[in-house]
């Protein structure tokens, strides 16, 4: 195993190709000072064209805010204070503002967290769309093009284009606003799509519907897609690659096999997969993660999982693990690495 703190090992892999979005040492701070909260820390990953990439963990481990930092909106008092995003190999912030709004808009949309009241209520959808067709004409310079492109979208969201173009927002059911909120952000064709929690506030069957579409608008269109989730079910059906997070700092990073199949991995992740009954089938015996993840401003020394870690030994409250890489599989464990260690000798 190597030391390296992201998931850009040099090994060769059959999915190997020129990245299309890289996280490159990111930390994201919220405040200054000793008050200073590190939401994203030290953080690094490698997006490759067609990859289903899940951004993972619990609730408050900086998986929104490094989604936001990946098309430069981390929101104010946010900042990044180390590190950098590249897009095809060009530094985000060394971008011209003009060009970096072109690129936004153009190549990477992101559909938000709150795609459920994400629209203006006062307009419809295809005065919504006429909006974004006027403001980037160089897409569509003809913009009948781009409302049958749109109309296209639709069909593949599985939406009456009909009904859809003069409704209002609160004419649609919440699995409908997702569904519309994703064709928008297809609008201008763009080479990535960002999604925080795309299944989260939707009802069991809607959520499949949006796993199916988000399936499919992959395979047709040749879409990049990013995807913000805390639930490793959806992560099992839909992730072609996974990184986990846990309060700030990425703890595990592979495959979808990897992540779910592999005899090395996190205790973290361990818990989280123990803790979904779909996946491994144990009904009544899913066993919860007991205790919370710890508050940013008062973290605890070493490993940030030691104290709800079943495995923790001395060396994990004293000492910060590495992030040890295997191929391309990643894991920050002082317990898991030594075990693969002592195994392999
Ligand atoms: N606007 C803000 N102001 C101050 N601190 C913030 C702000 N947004 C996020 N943070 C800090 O960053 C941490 C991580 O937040 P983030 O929303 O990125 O986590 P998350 O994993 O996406 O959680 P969730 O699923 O609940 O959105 C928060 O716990 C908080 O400490």
Request: charge should be negative; aromatic fraction near 4%; charged fraction near 25%.
């Amino acid at each position: 195993m190597t030391d390296v703190a992201d998931d850009r090992s040099t090994a060769r892999h059959p999915d190997d190709g020129a990245p299309i979005v890289e996280v490159d040492n990111l930390t994201v701070a919220f405040g200054s000072g000793p008050g200073a909260v590190r939401a994203v820390e030290n953080v690094s990953l490698t997006v490759r064209p067609g990859d289903i990439y899940a951004l993972v963990g619990e609730s408050g481990c900086g998986k929104s805010t490094l989604a936001y930092a990946l098309l430069d909106i981390v929101p104010p008092p946010g900042r990044v204070t180390e590190g950098e995003v590249r897009f095809k190999g060009a530094a985000l912030e060394r971008l011209r503002r003009r060009d970096l709004r072109r690129l936004l808009g153009l190549e990477i949309a992101m559909v938000f967290q709150a795609a459920m009241n994400a629209f203006n209520p006062v307009i419809t959808i295809g005065d919504h769309v006429e909006h974004v067709l006027q403001a980037h004409p160089e897409v569509f310079p003809d913009s009948r093009a781009g409302r049958a492109y749109f109309e296209h979208l639709l069909e593949l969201v599985r939406l009456p284009p009909a009904v859809v173009w003069d409704a209002f927002e609160s004419q649609l059911s919440g699995g409908m606003k997702q569904r519309v909120a994703i064709a928008l952000a297809l609008l201008l064709k763009p080479s990535v799509v960002v999604l925080d929690e795309p299944t989260t506030a939707l009802d069991v069957l809607n959520q499949r519907l949006v796993i199916d579409i988000l399936r499919r608008l992959h395979r047709e269109l040749g879409i990049t897609i990013i995807f913000v989730t805390h639930d490793l079910a959806v992560v099992a059906e839909m992730a072609t690659r996974v990184a986990v997070m846990y309060a700030g700092r990425l703890v595990e990073a592979g495959t979808v096999r990897e992540i779910f199949g592999s005899r090395r991995r996190h205790p973290y992740v361990r818990a989280l997969v123990d803790a979904i009954p779909s996946v491994l089938d144990k009904g009544l015996l899913v066993q919860p993660i007991a205790g919370e993840v710890p508050n940013l401003a008062d973290l605890p020394p070493g490993c940030r999982f030691a104290p709800r870690c079943r495995l923790a030994q001395d060396i994990c409250v004293r000492v910060e693990p590495p992030l040890l890489a295997d191929g391309r599989h990643l894991v920050a464990c002082h317990v898991v690495n030594e075990e693969l260690e002592v195994t392999a000798r």
